[in-house]
């Protein structure tokens, strides 16, 4: 494991190189959340609610999803498209690694640095502003479980976007899949809107599918009160998926290794 | 003057042309980010669906309303992102490997010529989505809908286009100090409050914000009142005025721009 915690630790340093990039993102972000803000104040407006938020609330949910920004996404499709595209695996073929795990630690190297930075841009607000202070739940229970669920997310987030990645072996850009699953999951995970002001169907659907684990239930746990029976069901859910992502994953990978033509596919 | 815009033209004309023909080589590709951008669509009108089944209206604006400003801001949408979005990575790429002496060595506006090189054909066939949630809103609620009004929505839309690829331009800028430069995110990431009624804007210093320095109140709010002959005038001419005032300092900026260019690789 020494060569992938190496390598980890390069792309690491390789990330803080471009922290000034990593910074301008991430306040555009912020200022995006900003305007979130604005707009549910207006919506809002006169104490009104939807469904059980309040302005309050629906800041607060905002406001932590910042935290979960940061996980696995499409960028490791592109950097994978890029490997393949380029003809860069070649060399990783002839070493004696694997390249699931290389993938893995490559992209962990650079997540990582943007998961720091999130959390110091993100995390102040949340504790600092009274109105939001007063929703979140700081307590040891729901940090353990906020770290499980991350780990968890990001697991499975990496094998879904490692098996969208090996589509690259098969066709000559996977762009319009990167903005199919980007649009998708922005719905699924509740990054758009908190999935429990849809209709009720929409929730049972989107309970037995991995995508609100990575987002919603993050958000969930840390702005509301959650039975201990959803813990057991997100836990089964994430796993049962991530074991069926890193599967598909290898499958794809073995056979798109048989049509890799090396540079100029 | 009218022999440098031909020349433009003509240029731009070439860029479209090549563009498409990388279109045609990537026709899946197109398909794909077409169902991609239906999905966000869906998830949009989704959206103000369980908003206003809560909520009756925002300063006196219903649901039919709002999904008609939606349509109308995504057609500006639309637009921004096979004309203007495509270009910002490009851009960066030409500043950072030191390309960009090939864009200023050319007899030829350097703004557009840098900033309008890439086009993203694929997104113009997704154009076909806004009509569809117009035409939704349209039939769904009786709008008074006249020849004028849609001249006029048109001519804003023109204006508000020009205006969204200046603010593009703008936040490139600091390209030429920083090379690594994530503030071309500025736009998509504020765009929302543009997709509700002006009256949002309810303070004297919103009011100056988004009317007169980043002005969002009138970027698809305008096109959308002259659509169903709602516009107050004023607030047209205040748009054609914002235009000039943008062009302007957006040259400034980007001519002290230039001037600290020193090519990446140099």
């Known amino acids: ?265 | 003057m009218i022999k440098n815009i031909k020349k433009l033209i003509k240029v731009e004309l070439i860029l479209m042309k090549l563009n498409l023909e990388m279109l045609i080589e990537y026709r899946l590709n197109a398909v794909l980010i077409f169902f991609g951008s239906t999905l966000y669509n869906i998830g949009a009108v989704m959206f103000i669906t369980f908003v206003f089944n809560r909520i009756p209206n925002i300063y006196g604006w219903d649901k039919w309303d709002m999904i008609l400003i939606y349509g109308v801001g995504q057609f500006l949408g639309y637009i921004y992102l096979f004309s203007t979005y495509s270009n910002n990575h490009s851009f960066l790429n030409l500043i950072q490997k030191g390309d960009f002496d090939s864009i200023i060595t050319k007899p030829i506006n350097s703004i557009i010529y840098a900033t309008l090189r890439n086009f993203s054909f694929e997104h113009i066939f997704g154009l076909i989505q806004p009509f569809i949630i117009i035409l939704y809103a349209l039939t769904s609620k009786y709008y008074h809908i006249t020849f004028a009004g849609i001249i006029f929505c048109i001519t804003s839309s023109i204006l508000s286009l020009i205006i969204i690829h200046l603010i593009n331009v703008i936040t490139l800028i600091p390209t030429f100090w920083m090379q690594e430069n994530g503030f071309y995110r500025f736009y998509p990431q504020t765009t929302e409050p543009m997709n509700y009624p002006y009256e949002i804007f309810d303070s004297k210093l919103l009011k100056v914000i988004f009317f007169y320095i980043i002005p969002y109140a009138l970027l698809v709010n305008i096109p959308f009142r002259a659509l169903i002959g709602k516009l107050d005038i004023k607030f047209f001419f205040l748009e054609i005025l914002v235009t000039i005032i943008y062009a302007f300092i957006t040259k400034v900026f980007w001519d002290f721009g230039l001037k600290n260019y020193q090519s990446a690789s140099s």
């Not at chain 1, 922290?19 to 991430?26: E, P």
């Not at chain 1, 995006?32 to 800041?59: H, P, Q, R, T």
């Not at chain 1, 695996?89 to 002839?94: I, K, M, R, T």
């Not at chain 1, 000559?172 to 009720?200: C, E, H, M, V």
């Open chain 1, 1 to 265: 494991m020494k060569k992938y915690f190496i390598l980890f630790k390069i792309l690491f340093q390789v990330a803080l190189e471009h922290r000034a990039n990593i910074i301008s993102n991430l306040l555009m972000h912020l200022l995006g959340l900003g305007v979130f803000y604005f707009v549910w104040s207006k919506i809002l407006a006169g104490g009104a609610s939807i469904e059980s938020y309040d302005f309050n609330s629906i800041v607060s949910y905002y406001m932590t999803s910042g935290l979960f920004i940061a996980f696995f996404n499409t960028r490791t499709t592109k950097s994978m498209e890029k490997m393949i595209k380029d003809g860069k695996l070649s060399n990783l073929l002839v070493k004696p690694i694997n390249e699931f795990l290389y993938v893995f630690f490559q992209e962990l190297g650079k997540r990582i640095v943007v998961i720091i930075l999130t959390t110091i841009i993100f995390l102040p607000p949340l504790i600092l502003i009274p109105n939001i202070r007063n929703t979140i739940n700081f307590s040891l229970g729901a940090i353990f479980w906020t770290t499980l669920f991350s780990i968890l997310s990001n697991l499975f987030l990496f094998t879904f976007f490692f098996s969208i990645g090996c589509l690259a072996f098969w066709f000559k850009s996977t762009s319009g899949f990167r903005n199919i699953t980007g649009n998708l999951l922005s719905i699924l995970k509740g990054a758009w809107f908190p999935i429990d002001i849809a209709p009720t169907f929409l929730q049972n659907i989107f309970s037995i599918l991995p995508f609100q684990y990575t987002r919603y239930f993050l958000i969930k746990i840390i702005i509301s009160d959650i039975p201990k029976s959803l813990y057991i069901k997100g836990l089964g859910v994430i796993i049962i998926y991530t074991l069926l992502f890193t599967s598909i994953s290898l499958v794809l990978w073995k056979k798109g290794l048989k049509k890799y033509e090396s540079v100029g596919i």
